[in-house]
């Protein structure tokens, strides 16, 4: 079996101790993975580095792959979030987001399997803030022809890869007309003269959202710019469990940072008892992305082991306590890695 680089970004908070989790995991899994380890945020202040320092920036770009733990960031002041630095850093520009009912994780919906599509470099969080009067203050919405269009391709591009039968634009073009309209446009020129064979629709965002929480059933793919697919995601995630269920990638043309999307919960860090689960469904996505770009089947099958385990481990009801259960971090580990075995 090949082996191949990533880089690994544990974090701060509790990603430390997630990350070690998660690495447990995989090695027990035999991932073919040898680890770049870096760091990012408050781990990286503390170093005495910058938050987001060059030389982790340059090991994702020679690397091409990346596993990230949270990290912190601060509220209304401070530096800017390492998230964000990270996609506009490395174009990074599809967010993907999986959301699907788990079998240990009991919602109100039982079959809930989306997919969040997020373009991740403009919209509000391009940052373009200004204070106009010591009173006023403005932020500047951006869109391009050229990252609506690019957004909406890799959408329908990976529908299609995924036999996905259907995507949803959710927008709010009826007030933002000039913004929002111009990704509607690109979204339907899209779907009209390049993949007409996948079901398209548009929902006006807080129709949509009421329609979300109604029946998610009636949606599979969600296509959103930045902000709003920002929000959506985490309401989405509260339909199956919370954001300790649901993992993240971030994909740009040859590089790509998968991570746990939840926060970094300093007030439990050191504690022991936080759900690695998000940051593991991360990396079954990373392996199953090595074993596409890569051609490693291996990858896949390890990532297909890991996945049957862990979602026998909830079926057994093994679950952290934000999932009603009693295990810690290290021992849902356990109980996934004792379970590889029968998952083979």
Known sequence: MKTHSAVLIPGDGIGPEITAAVRRV????????????????????????????????????????????????????????????????????????????????????????????????????????????????????????????????WAFRFATRRQRRKITVFHKANIMKVTDGLFLQCARRIHQHEYPNIEYEENIIDAGCMKLVQDPGRFDVLLLENLYGDVISDLCAGLVGGLGVVPGANFGDDRAVFEAVHGSAPDIAGTGVANPLAMLMSAVMMLNHLADTREDEGCRQVAERIKAAYDLALDEDCKTRDLGGDLGTEAFADAVIERLADSH
């Open 26 to 153: 995989l090695d027990a899994a035999g991932a073919p993975v040898e680890w770049v380890e870096c760091k990012a945020g408050v781990a990286a202040l503390e170093h005495g580095s910058d938050v987001l320092p060059e030389s982790t920036v340059e090991a994702i770009e020679h690397h091409g792959v990346a596993l990230k733990g949270p990290c912190t960031t601060p509220v209304g002041e401070g530096f800017t979030s390492v998230n964000v630095q990270l996609r506009q850093r490395l174009n990074l520009y599809a967010a993907v987001r999986p959301v699907r009912s788990l079998a240990g994780a009991k919602t109100r919906f039982d079959d809930v399997d989306l997919i969040i599509v997020r373009e991740n470099t403009e919209g509000l969080y391009s940052g373009v803030e200004n204070r106009v009067t010591d009173d006023v203050v403005m932020s500047m919405k951006v869109a391009t022809k050229s990252a609506s269009l690019r957004i909406a391709h």
